[in-house]
């Protein structure tokens, strides 16, 4: 399984963004499994900010906090119930200050 | 919330939700506006050029209080390989006159200011608020919606939908499908701020001038994609994207392709010592004509992005987005003016209307388009700018080496690696596909 290019550091750029994080509410659900499908594991790589990492028992979590809101999950992981997309409430989730 | 039941409820603030309130409230419906952001603007992603003609369709005197960053003098096309790149360059003075044509923008001013327009237009534009659901009657009438804060449904004799590409709402109520991988592409984007001076050296600029860069080829790794670099007055938009399915194949992330686009020496001078102060990323639809989905129903209508109304091959987005709202909101108000219900029969004219306009007719000229460069993008966005490389250096390089050994060269390194076969006919369907 391909992983990021450890070089560059997805956090250093998000950390440019604005946010307002809605603690306690995440607006993505990674469906429970105990092996990822080739749809979950896509989402590794291909969320642009790097919200669905691996843990210890080699599950896909998510942590939306620097979510950029593309919708490009959705459009992979949605259509096979791998996971549910949701807007974040109004007014919060990431706030561009250029877009 | 609502109690007062609205003529049109427009959900989105995009250009395409802009587009479609302005007008509508401009031909004296009663609109309510809805946008999850804090601001029309505050979750809008785009490169990004304005096209003048399209706006003034809608605000004719725009220029007068615009957001406007740079008008574009200069367009170039660059083929690139790994440490080159085959340009096009087309500027002309032609471009600095009175009202120009294409403009590079910043979004989330530029939508501020065109929310204020459609304030000022008497639509009431809420902000703040995710539309959640769709309200539909017993026969599948879209008669409102619910947002998340309470209060119930608002209703509406109409919805507009400008909810963007992967817009939930309609792909929930069964509207649409939602876009397959292969026919979006995710772009990431970062700004880069340069002391003005600098920009207009680097790129050759006096006063308000501005240069676009469209960028294919090994950036994208045999991907189906396109970088970019537009100027603003004090910073560098610069991106890259490509097909969604295609990052899913080859489990390549869209910041390492960013990265490795910003240090290839074509680019890294013209941003270096750049300060970063944002990264964003979006979708941008590229089915074109095929994927156009259902476009109007009892009591909706979708427009923008929404609808995947997108020339990928033009890079004309919001445009298409801004044009599809004003002509959703002209027939909805030519409904409304007969005293007509808003049924599917009746706002089947906003895709009549469509198809008059420039935005179908330019979809349908590239209707084939988007496949061949889909399916074919090995090809196009690897082998050919690689052998175009190649047959420059060998063009311009002197070492001796008669030319007519030269020539039989570069004719070998294309007929090697694609064969005459598949020459003629990338070229063949290269042209039918155009036409």
């Not at chain 1, 604005?18 to 607006?27: S, W």
């Not at chain 2, 603030?13 to 952001?37: D, F, H, I, P, S």
């Amino acid at each position: 399984m391909a992983t990021a290019d450890p070089a560059v550091r997805v956090e250093d750029k998000l950390f440019q963004n604005r946010y307002l994080v809605d603690a306690g509410r995440c607006h993505i659900k990674v469906r429970p499994h105990t092996t990822p499908t080739p749809a979950l594991k896509a989402l590794l790589t291909a969320c642009p900010a790097r919200c669905y990492e691996l843990n210890a028992n080699g599950q896909v979590e998510i942590a939306a906090d620097g979510c950029v809101e593309c919708g490009t999950c959705r459009i992979i992981g949605e259509p096979s119930g791998d996971i549910e997309w949701n807007y974040p409430r109004g007014g919060y989730g990431v706030l561009f200050k250029f877009g | 919330m609502i109690d007062e039941k609205f003529d049109a409820i427009v959900v989105g603030a995009g250009m395409a939700g802009n587009g479609a309130a302005y007008t509508l409230a401009k031909r004296g419906l009663k609109v309510l506006q809805l946008e999850r952001g804090e601001y029309s603007g505050s979750k809008n992603v785009q490169g990004a050029i304005l096209y003048s003609d399209m706006l003034e369709k809608i605000i004719p005197d725009f220029r007068e209080d615009a957001p406007l960053e740079r008008h574009l003098v200069e367009q170039r096309f660059w083929m690139m390989d790994d440490r080159s790149h085959v340009g096009l360059h087309y500027r002309s003075e032609d471009f600095n006159e009175e009202a120009p044509n294409r403009y590079t923008i910043i979004r989330a001013q530029f939508d501020k200011w065109f929310s204020g327009k459609v304030r000022e237009a008497g639509a009431l534009v809420v902000c703040e608020t995710t539309v959640t659901e769709l309200v539909q009657d017993a026969y599948g009438k879209v008669i409102g919606v619910k947002t998340d804060r309470g209060g119930g449904q608002i209703h509406a004799d109409v919805v507009v939908l400008a909810e963007g590409v992967s817009g939930l709402l309609g792909t929930r109520a069964g509207l649409r499908k939602i876009p397959k991988p292969t026919d979006v592409a995710l772009a990431v984007k970062e700004m880069h701020f340069l002391p003005q001076e600098t920009i207009e050296d680097r790129f050759l600029l006096k006063g308000d001038e501005g240069v676009v860069i469209e960028a294919a080829g090994t950036i994208s790794e045999g991907m189906t994609g396109m970088g970019f670099i537009y100027t603003n007055k004090e910073c560098i938009s610069l991106g890259i994207g490509c097909l969604v399915s295609d990052f899913q194949k080859t489990g390549r992330s869209p910041y390492q392709l960013l990265e490795t686009f910003k240090q290839h020496p074509s680019v890294a001078p013209l941003i270096a010592g750049s300060e970063v102060k944002e990264y964003a990323a979006h979708l941008i639809p590229e089915g074109g004509y095929k994927a156009i989905p259902q476009l109007f129903g009892d009591g909706w209508v979708v427009v923008g992005d929404a609808a995947q109304l997108n020339n990928a091959i033009h890079r004309e987005g919001s445009n298409l987005a801004m044009t599809s709202g004003r002509i959703a909101a002209e027939a909805i108000f030519q409904v409304k003016s007969r005293k007509e219900p808003m049924t599917a029969q009746n706002l089947s004219l906003y895709k009549t209307l469509l198809e008059q306009s420039f935005i179908i007719k330019d979809l349908k000229k590239y209707k084939d388009m988007p496949q061949l460069l889909h399916i074919q993008s090995q090809n196009f966005f690897l082998t050919y700018p690689q052998l175009v490389s190649k047959a420059m250096q060998n063009f311009v390089r002197v070492d001796g080496t008669p030319k007519i050994e030269k020539e039989k060269m570069t004719l070998k390194s294309f007929t090697s690696a694609r064969s005459w076969a598949g020459l003629f006919g990338d070229a063949f369907r290269l042209a039918r596909a155009w036409r």
